[in-house]
Structures are given as structure tokens and as C-alpha cells.
């Protein structure tokens, strides 16, 4: 069955300084893998999605993220923070029947002045 | 914006109601998934419709139902409303089935109440 652990349910960083928000999964098989963003009452937002092609990917608003599958990780990183950016970010798995989302528990984003 | 909208935005029910929530997606995708988000919590995948059939499920209890309609519209019921269901319930849209590369489209969600 598929999963995804996010490792921190809360990160709290200063506006300009890196962000890193983990996230390791569990599949059977090679996964897709996402990044969505949630801001308060809004709905979510695909940041990127990893299928497969190139392990570095490059999302919007300057995220990215690696997929490693030695480690079985897929975190998401940005080299600096900006105020707009705090909200709750869910890594995501695609299920091993192809037509559902699995979604982990998510990471609350804090950007400090 | 994701073209993808729901309704009502909020909505109060008491225990044992029967509700109604609805999706329009947007024009040209032929599948719509639905997910329920409690509070503090990631989505959890209910069902998913494609071209206005059932085409997985998820582990909710049959009184969560469905419809899809060929207007890019769909609806989920929920009957003998819990205390449990009170939650935000969320739709998602993508262009035919959502295979492993195929991405969702989400809408802002409709936050349920059951008292």
C-alpha cells in the first residue's frame, strides 16, 4: 500500500532564509508524487508533481523538490522564504489503483518577519 | 483559480440529516474525485466519477453517495448525517482518469457543521 510521512507538522522560518519541508512515502511500486498548498480558505494548489522524468523538479513560486529514491524522500525546499508563503503545505502519493490521491497529514508553514 | 467551484461555502446540519453538496469542474474533464479534510488533518479520498460513473472508492460507508452530470457538474449526498462527517469536503477535477500523471484540479471546498 502506498503512503507519505510528513516529518514535521509545524516549521517556523524567517522571511528570506531557506525552507525545508520533509516528506518520505511508501510504494509498491515507482510513485507519482506531489506537492499541494493550502492557504486559509482556499483550495489546494499544485505546487509540483513528480513523475518519473527527472528527479529534480521545479514547481511555482520557487519550490522544488528531489526525489530520492535510495531514501525513499520527496522534500520540498525554496532557498528563500517569503511572508506569502506561510500556509499548510501536503505531500501526496498517488494510490497504487491510480484514481486516488494520498494525501499525508501536512506541514503548517510559519514565515517570521 | 483552479476553475473548479463549489457550493454552498459553508453549511449547518444537524445529526441525522441528509445533505447535499455540489461541484461544477471545469469544462472538459471527465473525472471528479471527492475528498473529506477534518479538521487538522490531510484529505482522505472518498470516490471518484468518471463520465458519470462510480470508478473507485474509498473507505467511506455507503451513505456517501454521487452523481455526475454531462454539464461538468456532480454532486455528493451524504445520508443519516454524524457528528463525525462535520469536516471540509473538497472536489477535484482533472481531464480523464486520473492516472498516475494526471493532476487534480481542487476546488475551495465546501466546510459541513452536523451538530
Known amino acids: 500500500a502506498q503512503s507519505v510521512t510528513q516529518l514535521d507538522s509545524h516549521v517556523s522560518v524567517s522571511e528570506g532564509t531557506p525552507v525545508l519541508l520533509r516528506c518520505n512515502y511508501s510504494s509498491s511500486y515507482s510513485p507519482s508524487l506531489f506537492w499541494y498548498v493550502q492557504h486559509p480558505n482556499k483550495g489546494l494548489q499544485l505546487l509540483l508533481k513528480y513523475t518519473s522524468a527527472a528527479t529534480l523538479v521545479k514547481g511555482i513560486n520557487g519550490f522544488e523538490a528531489e526525489f530520492k529514491k535510495s531514501e525513499t524522500s520527496f522534500h520540498l525546499t525554496k532557498p528563500s522564504a517569503h511572508m506569502s508563503d506561510a500556509a499548510e503545505y501536503f505531500c501526496?502519493?498517488?494510490?497504487?489503483?491510480?484514481?486516488?490521491?494520498?494525501f499525508g497529514s501536512g506541514t503548517r508553514l510559519l514565515v517570521r518577519p | 483559480e483552479t476553475g473548479v467551484t463549489q457550493s454552498p461555502t459553508h453549511l449547518i446540519k444537524t445529526r441525522g440529516q441528509q445533505v447535499t453538496l455540489r461541484c461544477s469542474s471545469q469544462?472538459?474533464?471527465?473525472?471528479v474525485s471527492w475528498y473529506q479534510q477534518a479538521l487538522g488533518q490531510g484529505p482522505q479520498f472518498i470516490f471518484q466519477?468518471?463520465?458519470?460513473?462510480?470508478?473507485g472508492r474509498g473507505n467511506f460507508p455507503p451513505r456517501f453517495s454521487g452523481l455526475q452530470f454531462p454539464n461538468y457538474s456532480s454532486e455528493l449526498n451524504v445520508n443519516a448525517l454524524e457528528l463525525d462527517d462535520s469536516a471540509l469536503y473538497l472536489c477535484a477535477s482533472s481531464l480523464g482518469l486520473a492516472g498516475t500523471t494526471d493532476t487534480q484540479y481542487f476546488g475551495p471546498g465546501t466546510r459541513l457543521t452536523v451538530l
Open positions: 466519477y468518471y463520465r458519470e460513473e462510480e470508478n
Open positions: 501526496v502519493v498517488s494510490g497504487d489503483s491510480s484514481y486516488k490521491l494520498i
Open positions: 469544462s472538459g474533464h471527465n473525472t
